[in-house]
């Protein structure tokens, strides 16, 4: 199972209790694959990083600030190095009246990609 863990930002792989092993019919693949992905071998969530950066963007395209914010709440769990979603978060946070946020996120997007001249100009509004 995957879990995020607040206290590091980080997602962590937890064992699978034993008593669920059995509907498995292959659970040593299933083992094998999750400790390729703790090991960080394996990057899972790019397509889910993109699915909740678009639907965050489509949000914010239509002014709803709370639901964009909550897609790309977890578009920054998923991929915490994603220049864009710091940048669309900051805009939902400023959509919100939340400048302190916004500028925090423009900053984060800027250390991540410094060469994106959006972000600039949002942070300069």
Request: net charge neutral; aromatic share 8%; charged share 20%.
């Amino acid at each position: 199972m995957n879990d995020f863990n607040p206290a590091n930002g980080k997602h962590t792989v937890m064992d699978v209790p034993t008593e669920s092993k059995a509907p498995f019919s292959n659970y040593s693949l299933l083992r094998r694959g999750l400790d390729l992905i703790s090991a960080g071998q394996v990057h899972v969530g790019d397509e889910e990083l993109k699915y909740h950066r678009s639907l965050g963007l489509n949000y914010l395209s239509k002014g709803d600030y709370q639901l964009a914010l909550q897609e790309l709440n977890k578009c920054v769990c998923l991929g915490s190095q994603d220049s864009q979603s710091f940048h669309y978060r900051g805009l939902a946070f400023a959509g919100q009246g939340n400048p302190i946020r916004a500028l925090e996120d423009y900053g984060k997007a800027l250390s991540l990609d410094g060469s994106n001249l959006a972000v600039y100009l949002s942070r300069a509004n």
